[in-house]
C-alpha cells in the first residue's frame, strides 16, 4: 500500500539539486504555452474583443470570427499540447531513475504521435460526456482514466482501449486515495493566493512592486506544480510495478 508521505519523500528525492532546475524549466514552458497558444490562434484577442462588448459597447464579433478563433484555439491545444502534457509525465517517471532528459519534453512528436492525440481526445470526450451527466460521474472517471498519459509516456502506441482498460485496473479501489492527494497540496496553493493578494494590493501604490508579486506568484506556482508532478510521477510508479507484479499488465507492452 502507498501513502502520501512516502510518495512525497520520494517525489522531493526524484527532483532534488540539478533535477529540480530541468523540471523546473520544462514545467514553465509547458505552463506558458497555452498563452502563447491563445496569443497566435486569435483567442485571447477575441475574446477580449467579446468582453469588452458587453462591458463599454464595443462592436460585437461575429459568431462566426469567435467560432473560427475558439476552434482554431482548441485544434491547436489537442495537436501540440497535449503530445507535450504526455511527454512531460513521461519526463517525471524516467527522473526517478535518473534517466530524464529535456527531449523527454517532445517525446510524443518523435513516434506514436497519431495514437497519442487521438487516445487522448477520445478519453478527454468519455470524461466530459460523464460530466455532463452528473459531476461525481464525470470525477470518478477523471480519476480511472488518471493514468492513461502516463501510460502513453511509456507507450506512445498503446492502444485506447488498453490504456483505459489498464488505468482503471491501476486506480481500481484507489481514486478516494488519489484525490486526497491531490488535496494534499492545495495548502500550498492557497498560501501562494494570499501571497497574490498581498502584491495585488500595491496596483496603484507601486506598480513596480505589483508586477514583482506577479511574476514571484507565477515562479511560486511552477515550483508547486514541479512537485506534483514528481509525486504523481511516483505514484504512477508504484501503481505500474504492483500492476506488472499481479499480472494486470505485460511489462513488454509499456516497453519496459
Known amino acids: 500500500m502507498w501513502s502520501r508521505e512516502i510518495l512525497k519523500s520520494n517525489a522531493k528525492i526524484a527532483i532534488r539539486g540539478k533535477k529540480f532546475w530541468i523540471a523546473f524549466l520544462l514545467v514553465a514552458a509547458y505552463e506558458l504555452l497555452p498563452a502563447i497558444v491563445g496569443y497566435v490562434s486569435g483567442y485571447d484577442k477575441i475574446n477580449t474583443d467579446i468582453i469588452n462588448a458587453f462591458i463599454r459597447r464595443t462592436p460585437m464579433p461575429s459568431f462566426g470570427q469567435a467560432l473560427g478563433y475558439n476552434l482554431t484555439y482548441l485544434l491547436i491545444s489537442i495537436l501540440i499540447l497535449t503530445p507535450i502534457f504526455v511527454g512531460l509525465r513521461g519526463f517525471f517517471v524516467?527522473?526517478?531513475?535518473?534517466?530524464?532528459?529535456?527531449?523527454?519534453?517532445?517525446?510524443?512528436f518523435r513516434g506514436g504521435y497519431g495514437n497519442v492525440i487521438l487516445v487522448s481526445f477520445i478519453t478527454n470526450l468519455?470524461?466530459?460526456?460523464?460530466?455532463?451527466?452528473?459531476?461525481?460521474?464525470?470525477?470518478?472517471?477523471?480519476?480511472?482514466?488518471?493514468?492513461?498519459?502516463?501510460?502513453?509516456?511509456?507507450?506512445?502506441?498503446?492502444?485506447?482501449?488498453?490504456?483505459?482498460?489498464?488505468?482503471?485496473?491501476?486506480?481500481?479501489?484507489?481514486?478516494?486515495?488519489?484525490?486526497v492527494l491531490l488535496l494534499s497540496?492545495?495548502?500550498?496553493?492557497?498560501?501562494?493566493?494570499?501571497?497574490?493578494?498581498?502584491?495585488?494590493?500595491?496596483?496603484?501604490?507601486?506598480?513596480?512592486?505589483?508586477?514583482?508579486?506577479?511574476?514571484?506568484?507565477?515562479?511560486?506556482?511552477?515550483?508547486i506544480m514541479v512537485y506534483v508532478y514528481a509525486t504523481f510521477a511516483e505514484l504512477y510508479l508504484?501503481?505500474?510495478?504492483?500492476?506488472i507484479q499481479t499480472g494486470m499488465v505485460q511489462p513488454e507492452e509499456l516497453g519496459l
Open 185 to 223: 497540496f492545495i495548502g500550498w496553493f492557497i498560501l501562494l493566493l494570499f501571497v497574490g493578494a498581498f502584491f495585488d494590493m500595491w496596483l496603484f501604490v507601486s506598480p513596480v512592486i505589483n508586477t514583482i508579486g506577479q511574476i514571484v506568484v507565477r515562479l511560486g506556482n511552477v515550483m
Open 238 to 243: 508504484f501503481l505500474r510495478d504492483r500492476a
Open 126 to 179: 468519455f470524461i466530459g460526456l460523464w460530466s455532463l451527466l452528473l459531476l461525481i460521474p464525470g470525477i470518478i472517471k477523471t480519476f480511472e482514466y488518471y493514468m492513461v498519459p502516463f501510460l502513453l509516456s511509456d507507450n506512445p502506441n498503446l492502444s485506447g482501449k488498453r490504456a483505459r482498460e489498464i488505468s482503471r485496473k491501476m486506480t481500481d479501489g484507489e481514486k478516494g486515495a488519489i484525490f
Open 94 to 108: 524516467r527522473n526517478h531513475f535518473n534517466a530524464g532528459k529535456p527531449s523527454d519534453f517532445l517525446m510524443a
